[in-house]
């Protein structure tokens, strides 16, 4: 079977046409960027500390948890309780990691809003099944327990599919650079107007360049945030660094390393050069 044959593929495409979504998307969206607003703590939640995003991290552990506990009671091995209570306590973390991840995005992308609106739901569902199955194992209901369990683990498996079609598919998380570094070899830069101190986007064969002539420095760097794709020429620049328009990312002009979040991988630095009355930019060797 295909994967455009999915009927899982079906139901994601008919969730990204769900306009119905929009409304109660935007709202929770917002609620979320106001309650968790750029500083240390989204930083914190986003990863910038750890150099890529923290949520598929902790997916990692409420996903293997539960799983691990729904195999176990169709083994009907009775080890599972514990692994239950882990993923429980594991929830709130992973979840907070990914509604801000999300929140950052679903302003651009309808898809996304409306797709990860469902994931949130559906994984809501899926710790409401579990944690109905660790209370009945402690009321002594053991089949009960291993029926919700399951139950737990299906609806689960649909969140999960749901969140790798948000990171793969959708490019939530990944470093908007990663497949789009830049140039190897000295490349002219399209760019129509270049002043001190005001940023300017350019062209570099298909690749989109930051430039600044700052205190008679030429830098340049990749234009596409690492973070969303925000274009850092819509920004504003703050002595030698620049802050983006979109989500308040900071990053260095001089080496493109991450001064504030939420983003969390570096920009692509370039060489650059004036030759001829062009300007001329290339990866570092």
Not at 83 to 104: C, K, V
Not at 163 to 174: E, M
Not at 222 to 238: A, F, K, N, Q, T
Request: aromatic fraction near 4%.
């Amino acid at each position: 079977m295909s994967y455009a044959e999915s009927p899982l593929h079906d139901l994601v495409e008919n969730l990204e046409s769900a306009d119905a979504l929009d409304d109660p998307g935007k709202t929770i969206g917002k609620a979320i960027r106001d309650i968790v607003p750029k500083g240390p703590v989204k930083d914190a939640l986003a990863g910038t500390w750890l150099g890529h995003a923290l949520h598929p991290m902790l997916t990692d552990v409420v996903i293997g948890s539960f799983t691990s506990a729904t195999v176990l009671d169709l083994l009907d091995n009775d080890g599972a309780d514990r692994l239950i209570a882990m993923g429980i306590a594991a929830y709130g973390p992973t979840a907070a990691t990914g509604a801000t991840d999300w929140a950052d995005t679903e302003i651009a992308d309808e898809r996304v809003r409306r797709v990860g609106l469902v994931h949130a739901a559906v994984n809501v569902t899926a710790l409401g099944l579990y944690t109905a199955s660790l209370a009945a194992r402690k009321n002594g209901s053991r089949g009960r327990a291993k029926m919700l369990s399951v139950m737990g683990g299906t609806v689960l498996a649909v969140g999960g599919y749901l969140g790798g079609h948000l990171s793969f598919v959708r490019g939530v998380g990944p470093n908007q650079t990663a497949f789009d570094e830049g140039p190897g070899e000295w490349t002219a830069v399209e760019v129509s107007d270049l002043q001190d101190d005001k940023p300017a986007g350019g062209q570099a064969g298909d690749t989109p360049v930051f430039l600044l002539r700052h205190r008679g420095h030429l830098h340049a760097l990749h234009d596409r945030c690492s973070h969303r794709g925000c274009l850092l020429s819509d920004g504003e620049v703050e002595g030698e660094s620049v802050v983006c328009a979109c989500h308040g990312s900071r990053f260095s002009v001089r080496d493109g390393s991450v001064q504030r979040g939420p983003a969390t991988a570096p920009q692509p630095v370039y060489q650059v050069r004036e030759s001829g009355g062009a300007i001329e930019v290339r990866l570092p060797e």
